[in-house]
């Protein structure tokens, strides 16, 4: 089972490498760098501080594992950040390709998009991955508090179109902020991990 209430810190991983070997059913948070990836993480465990939020984009630089009882929450760090070395970047990069190209126990990916703006292309290259591999994936519209819910909605529908997601993979719309769709993130979590 998958406990929201009882959420730890478990450890962090700076190479693919490092990953220890899957265990328990991981659920992963990805997207890119700003979406809201650790906000989003924090207002599901209803704990502020569990994982690093910055204004700036590119804070969660290495793997974070958290346990939530039988399974583990996972925040990676964001794609398409320009503003950071090359060599970072680059470090990166193998960060999440090499985390999702490992056999592991996923569960499921929640991919993070940005509910104001069209996906980008790298959303698209991740989508996209994520259904050729088949891996069990949903997403999650992120800052809905930055629309009014008409829109929310229209756009929903908009980046459906675009990544090409079909009626079974569920797409909520969250603001880490008000708490909106958080409940109903947890449902959906909950379905994957039993
Ligand atoms: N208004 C609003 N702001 C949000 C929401 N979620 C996140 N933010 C803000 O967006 C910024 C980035 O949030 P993070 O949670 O650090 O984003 P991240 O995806 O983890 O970023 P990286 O670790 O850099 O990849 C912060 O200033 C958050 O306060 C939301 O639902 N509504
Ligand atoms: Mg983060």
Redesign the pocket.
């Known amino acids: 089972m998958i406990n929201f209430r009882n959420v730890q810190y478990d450890r962090s991983y700076g190479t693919s490498a490092q990953l220890p070997e899957s265990t328990l059913p991981e659920i992963a948070?990805a997207?890119?760098?700003?979406?809201?990836?650790?906000?989003?993480?924090?207002?599901l465990v209803g704990q502020k501080n569990l994982?690093?939020?910055?204004?700036?984009?590119?804070?969660?630089?290495t793997i974070n594992f958290f346990t939530a009882g039988d399974a583990y929450l996972v925040?990676?760090?964001?794609?398409g950040?320009a503003q950071v070395s090359h060599s970072e970047r680059d470090r990166w990069a193998e960060l999440i390709e090499g985390y999702f190209n490992q056999d592991r126990n996923f569960a499921l990916v929640c991919s993070?998009i940005d509910v104001r703006h069209p996906a980008t292309e790298l959303d698209e290259n991740m989508v996209g991955f994520l259904q050729e591999a088949e891996l069990p994936y949903m997403i999650v519209l992120?800052?809905?508090?930055?629309l009014s819910k008409s829109k929310c909605n229209q756009q929903r529908a908009a980046i459906k179109r675009q990544l090409g997601i079909d009626d079974d993979t569920p797409m909520v719309i969250?603001?880490?902020?008000?708490g909106d769709g958080i409940e109903d993130l947890r449902r959906e979590i909950e379905q994957f991990v039993r």
């Open positions: 948070f997207g890119r760098s700003n979406v809201g990836k650790s906000s989003l993480l924090n207002k994982a690093r939020v910055s204004q700036k984009p590119g804070k969660t630089a925040d990676l760090p964001g794609y950040y993070l992120t800052k809905g508090d930055k969250t603001s880490s902020l008000k």
